[in-house]
Antibody, heavy 119, light 111 residues
């Protein structure tokens, strides 16, 4: 059974750094893309970027380029999304997804990680 | 990259059909056959319902169907059931430079 298990909710202050994780199981982690999707409170979905853990090929949506960093550690089947300096506007639910190709179609979703940034 | 345009809401009685549109441009919906649809119940993660315009993943009822004409994709839910009440989002690949874009979302209500 394919599973994507994300790390728990986080409460941070503006300016702090953060790295959240997504562990894949039940499939060949290095053979499929892992993407990240943001959903701000009461709002719609937004593609952030994707990574191919097999060779770390990473692509970002123009809106998120330079704002976050996506990485993966294939030895532990885990992908990461990180911020170096959080803003209040980063408050959102973040989902990791498994995608068969780089064409951003997500066939499995993680449970989501709620990130709250508040002073 | 602007979000794809969906109607904010749609509704139907049990057993009826509802169709949701998803309008983009020739740079996304019209340019690629990588349109997907997702169902999201309140407080839950989205679920893939349709991929590559009209293909259904295993386990998705055949009441759900997808199509595309020009720059507009559509999701049709036939034989509406109470559990179909949810938010629905379309998504399209938009090329290597613009990546991917979601629709604005449609809330489906079963009357």
């Amino acid at each position: 059974e394919v599973q994507l298990v994300q790390s728990g909710a986080e409460v941070k202050k503006p300016g702090e750094s953060l790295k959240i994780s997504c562990k894949g199981s039940g499939y060949s982690f290095t053979s499929y893309w892992i993407g990240w999707v943001r959903q701000m409170p009461g709002k719609g979905l937004e593609w952030m970027g994707i990574i191919y853990p097999g060779d770390s090929d990473t692509r970002y949506s123009p809106s998120f380029q330079g704002q976050v960093t996506i990485s993966a550690d294939k030895s532990i089947s885990t992908a990461y999304l990180q911020w170096s300096s959080l803003k209040a506007s980063d408050t959102a639910m973040y989902y990791c997804v498994k995608a068969p190709t780089a064409m951003v179609e997500a066939d499995y979703w993680g449970q989501g990680t709620l990130v709250t940034v508040s002073s | 990259q602007s979000a794809l345009t969906q109607p904010p809401s749609a509704s139907g009685s049990p057993g009826q059909s509802v169709t949701i549109s998803c309008t983009g441009t020739s740079s996304d919906v019209g340019g690629y056959n990588y349109v997907s649809w997702y169902q999201q119940h309140p407080g839950k993660a989205p679920k893939l319902m349709i991929y590559e315009v009209s293909k259904r993943p295993s386990g998705v009822p055949d009441r759900f169907s997808g199509s595309k004409s020009g720059n507009t994709a559509s999701l049709t839910v036939s034989g509406l059931q109470a559990e179909d009440e949810a938010d629905y989002y379309c998504s399209s690949y938009a090329g290597s430079n613009n990546f991917g874009v979601f629709g604005t979302g449609t809330k489906v209500t079963v009357l």
